[in-house]
């Protein structure tokens, strides 16, 4: 099945070219289905590889989807063209009385900073607030989820010695959980980080509980509320090129970066990476999308409640 995207989003051409079924809003307004309606809040700096990202994984799915892409109002993108934002993205308080069933808030690159210190972070508390009572399911991405799990449980983020940045083994802690549906006894994850969330300090709050760590790179998903709530600590999005692309840039800016561990082929960048976390990248969407969005979201899109 499709998914339905506005007739000129640029990711659109992106994916055709990769031959995966996009749907154009003009076609798809002729279908009598009730699409997933999906919000994606982007954080991150460079849009449009972000969008592509997301996007081309919740495409492998049977559901017809519905994207909207929402932004915050207190801080403007200078990597995005603005006529691009202009004609795909939404301001949330354009979007607050409206309900989604599914929602996910992506990374974004301001770990240095405490939460506080963020210049949208009033309104991400609000978008926070909204998701409880307007979405049936979030995904919480990479500081997403580690602001996330600070804002609705206390839970503290905490600087790392170095950057957690590579390709992880996670292991599922609870593996009959549907959003583990048809995956190995372990599986890979990307990640790019500065901060982590600390085991001990999840286990303090009853609410939480965690479903997959590594030894390495530590907890990596965390669920609440049944499903209602998901922070991943990873990118399993990421395309096969993004650790690539943040590694040549850290080098070409003098900063202090080591490769990324589990990327490349014999270590060796000049060989390029070897993809081994897509897989399980695309069947964790898929889980979520069928198991915690579609199958528990009502008909009536406006019954949706905390």
């Known amino acids: 099945m499709p998914l339905r995207l506005p007739d000129r989003l640029p990711a659109i051409e992106f994916l055709r070219e990769e031959n995966i079924f996009v749907l154009g809003d003009e076609r798809a307004s002729a279908q009598d289905i009730r699409p997933l309606r999906i919000a994606i809040l982007n954080l991150m ?84 607030r909204w998701a409880r009572t307007h979405v049936t399911s979030t995904l919480y991405i990479c500081w997403a989820a580690q602001a996330g799990l600070y804002f609705h449980y206390g839970v503290p983020k905490h600087p790392l010695p170095e950057k957690m940045f590579g390709i992880f083994p ?84 003098g900063l202090p970066i080591h490769k990324p561990h589990n990327y490349y082929r014999d270590d060796d960048p000049q060989k390029g990476p070897l993809v081994t976390w897509r897989g399980h990248g695309n069947l964790l969407f898929q889980n979520w999308l069928n198991y915690y ?14």
């Open 45 to 128: 700096p460079l849009k449009i590889t972000t969008e592509t990202d997301l996007i081309r994984l919740l495409s492998n799915t049977p559901l017809q989807l519905e994207i909207h892409l929402m932004k915050v109002k207190a801080h403007t993108s200078k990597n995005t063209p603005i006529e691009h934002m202009r004609a795909f993205y939404r301001d949330f308080e354009e979007m607050r009385r409206e309900k989604f069933d599914g929602f996910i808030v992506t990374g974004a690159p301001v770990e240095h900073l405490d939460f506080e210190q963020v210049t949208y972070w009033d309104e991400l508390c609000d978008i926070f």
């Open 170 to 253: 996670q292991i599922p802690l609870q593996p009959r959980l549907p959003i583990f549906r048809g995956f190995d006894d372990v599986f890979q994850m990307p990640h790019s980080r500065h901060t982590e969330v600390r085991r001990d300090d999840i286990e303090k709050v009853p609410a939480l509980t965690i479903i997959a760590e590594s030894p390495q790179s530590g907890v990596s998903m965390v669920m609440a509320r049944g499903g209602r709530e998901i922070f991943i600590t990873g990118h399993s999005e990421y395309s096969p090129l993004t650790l690539d692309t943040e590694y040549k840039r850290d080098l070409s800016k």
């Open 293 to 306: 969005v579609y199958q528990e979201t009502p008909y009536d899109i406006d019954e949706i409640h905390e």
